[in-house]
């Protein structure tokens, strides 16, 4: 049964977490729903380190666009990949330093209903107020290799929002790109670079902790459920991902925010009844 629920969680997690709609949000109302029989530093682990699946989604998808090792590169095409390396370290460094300094802050006075609803809708809004704002103008950046440095600086200080859960990690690195003028499609592909270090930073960060606190060796029945965890979030997360490029290619994100509001007003549903 745990093991059907990592099934479930991966799924949430592979969708979720590359579309701006908050995993953070969705985890609540899984877990709510399908608590697993673990220890609550272990979920709190596993919350972070099935991301590993979803990075290595991106590599795959991506591996020629980042591999600036390519043979099939011209020089000026290898010179590119590595300077669009460095503006992602450029970008992931305001929310690493903060994410080091404040991330077990915010887990414990933001992680609870209230804050994450108020989030999912405060940003839904936002994602449509944006789109109607941008209708009709042109988009300054268009590529992802043209993004400079002071621009991948700006959206790496949106992503230290993603603090705050149930703002959405690419939620928060998309709006900020948007803001900036840069087009949909190169927003969300170098929100999915920007990932990669973030989230393999988090999740060797949550290891770290889980071993510091003692919390001992992890049981057969607990790597099997991290594995297949990531597992699941690897495959669903080369579906989203795909899914997501083509569809901003040809749509806003206003859908995104509507189904953001809804899924706040169910969050906040859920804890009222529950305080009932």
């Given at each position: 049964?745990e093991?059907?629920?990592?099934v479930?969680?991966?799924?949430?997690?592979?969708?979720t977490?590359?579309?701006?709609?908050?995993?953070t949000?969705?985890?609540?109302?899984?877990?709510?729903?399908?608590?697993m029989?673990?220890?609550?530093?272990?979920m709190?682990?596993?919350r972070v380190?099935?991301?590993?699946?979803s990075i290595?989604?991106?590599?795959?998808?991506?591996?020629?666009k980042?591999?600036?090792f390519?043979?099939s590169?011209?020089?000026l095409?290898?010179?590119?990949?590595?300077g669009?390396?460095?503006?992602?370290i450029?970008a992931?460094?305001?929310?690493?330093?903060?994410?080091?300094?404040?991330?077990?802050w915010?887990?414990?006075h933001?992680?609870?209903y209230?804050?994450?609803?108020i989030?999912?809708?405060?940003?839904?809004?936002?994602?449509?107020?944006?789109?109607?704002?941008r209708?009709?103008?042109p988009?300054k950046?268009?590529?992802?290799y043209?993004?400079?440095y002071?621009?991948?600086?700006?959206?790496?200080a949106?992503?230290v929002?993603?603090?705050?859960?149930?703002t959405s990690?690419?939620?928060?690195?998309?709006?900020?790109a948007?803001l900036?003028g840069?087009s949909?499609?190169?927003?969300a592909?170098f929100?999915?670079?920007?990932a990669?270090?973030?989230?393999?930073?988090a999740s060797?960060?949550?290891i770290g902790?889980y071993?510091?606190?003692?919390?001992?060796?992890l049981?057969g029945?607990?790597?099997?459920?991290m594995?297949?965890?990531c597992?699941?979030?690897?495959?669903?997360?080369?579906?989203?991902i795909?899914?997501?490029v083509?569809?901003?290619?040809?749509?806003?994100?206003?859908?995104f925010?509507?189904?953001?509001?809804?899924?706040?007003a169910v969050?906040?549903?859920?804890?009222?009844?529950?305080?009932?």
């Amino acid at each position: 049964m745990e093991i059907l629920k990592a099934v479930i969680i991966g799924i949430v997690q592979g969708i979720t977490e590359w579309l701006p709609i908050s995993s953070t949000g969705h985890m609540i109302l899984f877990e709510n729903l399908l608590a697993m029989d673990v220890s609550d530093a272990f979920m709190e682990m596993f919350r972070v380190v099935i991301q590993f699946g979803s990075i290595l989604a991106v590599l795959v998808l991506y591996f020629t666009k980042l591999n600036p090792f390519a043979r099939s590169k011209t020089d000026l095409e290898k010179k590119q990949t590595w300077g669009l390396w460095l503006r992602v370290i450029v970008a992931v460094i305001p929310s690493a330093v903060l994410g080091l300094l404040l991330d077990d802050w915010f887990n414990e006075h933001f992680y609870n209903y209230v804050v994450v609803a108020i989030a999912l809708i405060v940003y839904g809004v936002a994602f449509i107020a944006i789109e109607r704002n941008r209708r009709g103008r042109p988009e300054k950046i268009r590529d992802v290799y043209e993004i400079d440095y002071r621009t991948a600086l700006l959206i790496g200080a949106f992503q230290v929002l993603a603090l705050i859960p149930g703002t959405s990690r690419s939620g928060s690195t998309i709006i900020g790109a948007m803001l900036l003028g840069v087009s949909r499609t190169s927003a969300a592909e170098f929100s999915f670079f920007l990932a990669i270090p973030t989230m393999l930073g988090a999740s060797l960060l949550k290891i770290g902790k889980y071993a510091v606190d003692g919390n001992g060796a992890l049981t057969g029945q607990e790597w099997s459920i991290m594995l297949v965890g990531c597992a699941v979030a690897f495959i669903v997360s080369l579906i989203a991902i795909k899914g997501l490029v083509s569809y901003v290619r040809r749509h806003t994100f206003s859908a995104f925010g509507v189904y953001r509001i809804a899924l706040g007003a169910v969050v906040l549903g859920v804890f009222l009844t529950q305080k009932i």
